[in-house]
T-cell receptor, first 110, second 114 residues
Framework: GENVEQHPSTLSVQEGDSAVIKCTYS??????FPWYKQELGKRPQLIIDIRSNVGEKKDQRIAVTLNKTAKHFSLHITETQPEDSAVYFCAASKSYKLVFGAGTILRVKS | DVKVTQSSRYLVKRTGEKVFLECVQD?????MFWYRQDPGLGLRLIYFSYDVKMKEKGDIPEGYSVSREKKERFSLILESASTNQTSMYLC?????????????FGEGSWLTVV
């Protein structure tokens, strides 16, 4: 079955810097790759997603890139702010089943 | 706005007790899920239901069962709770069966088994 690996497990950046989180997946048939943000004590919420027919997608300060050949995708956050501090999860899916990475704790220091 | 509600946010149960975790969604979603969240392990799928009375095992179904008698409600049952089931449980729902449809999560239920 699908396996998703996520790195790094923790990431500290200075406010205003960029943050990059990387994920690799194992099943080449996976075609949907969402990213979820989970603030402390709250539910995971979708922040951006990308489908396999697209290489890059951007939404304001957040962007996701997908390399199907290498089977990896990345989340890029520019101009980080303290409110970006949270746990971020990547996931991969080809059917009903969404397989998640282990998560990255992002700390933005002001 | 999609609402997925987990009725119990914090529970403490004894080893061997039967535990029910309830989840209700108000968007007429066909698909519902139960995940377990543990530090360093991410979210792992316990069970999935694609329609009323239909269910499929996820990656870690052992020790759990589910019930979906009505479309809006999906229950997770721990037949005999054990300490290794202490965790955060997340319910989620999604419309249709396309892999590209957004999954919406509930707030989570923190279960401690003593």
């Amino acid at each position: 079955g699908e396996n998703v690996e996520q790195h790094p497990s923790t990431l500290s950046v200075q406010e205003g810097d960029s943050a990059v989180i990387k994920c690799t997946y194992s099943d080449s048939a996976s075609n949907y790759f969402p990213w979820y943000k989970q603030e402390l004590g709250k539910r995971p919420q979708l922040i951006i997603d990308i489908r396999s027919n697209v290489g890059e997608k951007k939404d304001q300060r957040i962007a996701v890139t997908l390399n199907k050949t290498a089977k990896h995708f990345s989340l890029h956050i520019t101009e980080t702010q303290p409110e970006d501090s949270a746990v971020y999860f990547c996931a991969a899916s080809k059917s009903y089943k969404l397989v998640f990475g282990a998560g990255t704790i992002l700390r933005v220091k002001s | 706005d999609v609402k997925v509600t987990q009725s119990s946010r914090y529970l403490v149960k004894r080893t061997g007790e039967k535990v029910f975790l309830e989840c209700v969604q108000d968007m007429d979603h066909e698909n519902m899920f139960w995940y377990r969240q543990d530090p360093g392990l991410g979210l792992r799928l316990i069970y999935f239901s694609y329609d009323v009375k239909m269910k499929e095992k996820g990656d870690i179904p052992e020790g759990y069962s589910v019930s979906r008698e009505k479309k809006e409600r999906f229950s997770l049952i721990l037949e005999s709770a054990s300490t290794n089931q202490t965790s955060m449980y997340l319910c989620a729902s999604r419309t249709g069966s396309s892999s590209g449809n957004t999954i919406y999560f509930g707030e989570g239920s923190w279960l401690t088994v003593v």
